[in-house]
């Protein structure tokens, strides 16, 4: 072989929402809307839940959160490094595929179509294209039930979220291997997943 990298293809699944597409900047702004005093505050999502749950203002954040993954989705970015993570995994033959647990409108708030604003911002941040991920392979569920099923439908070899309730459900399939992103600090888990704090630290070396 030459000392040649054998590469074999993979099938591999991303969710979406604080795994693929951070939206601290939507929450920070969606935040300042919600100050009872005048102190300036910088909201993350983790910030904004938990001063709004400490207040027990449980009805404004689910309507502060279906603000920010619709109308409000033009203000969320991309996590550093998914990018040249995606296109490297592409480039060397895988296929991807984003499985998002998303209903379709908001729990609360405006009925802005959820589905088709997250469509909309992955076209735009070239996520959803010919070199990236193909349109007909995102699919957006109505329930984490339904999540696990498309999971294992599509026979991934890998799957990455920010939920470790996706992968201790009991009908996450056991072949598929776990990655959990945990941004802000490295989660300690009993299950057998890997964690990682960054897509910078990943390269397609890792999962082939």
Not at 27 to 34: D, H, Q, T, V
Not at 75 to 100: M, R, T, V
Not at 144 to 149: E, H, N, R, W
Request: proline share 2%; with cysteine; net charge neutral.
């Amino acid at each position: 072989m030459g000392g040649q990298l054998l590469v074999f293809e993979m099938r591999i699944g991303f969710d979406l929402d604080n795994t693929i597409i951070c939206y601290d900047d939507c929450f920070a702004e969606l935040g300042k809307e919600i100050l009872t005093d005048s102190n300036e505050k910088l909201f993350s999502k983790t910030t904004l839940k938990r001063y709004l749950h400490d207040l027990n203002r449980h009805e404004d954040f689910t309507k502060i959160q279906g603000k920010a993954y619709g109308e409000y989705i033009h203000l969320a970015q991309i996590y550093d490094g998914f990018l040249p993570f995606l296109y490297e995994l592409k480039l060397n033959g895988h296929e991807c595929f984003i499985i998002s647990h998303k209903t379709k409108y908001p729990i609360s708030g405006s009925k802005l179509n959820l589905h088709n604003a997250s469509m909309n911002f992955l076209k735009q941040r070239d996520i959803v294209n010919q070199k990236g991920i193909i349109e007909t392979d995102v699919f957006f569920e109505q329930s984490i039930d339904k999540k696990i099923q498309k999971i294992s439908e599509l026979k991934l070899d890998y799957f990455f979220d920010d939920l470790e309730k996706i992968f201790s459900h009991p009908l996450f399939p056991a072949y598929t291997k776990k990655y959990l992103f945990s941004p802000t600090e490295l989660s300690a888990t009993k299950l057998r997943t890997n964690v990682f704090k960054s897509w910078g630290e990943l390269s397609f070396r890792d999962i082939s």
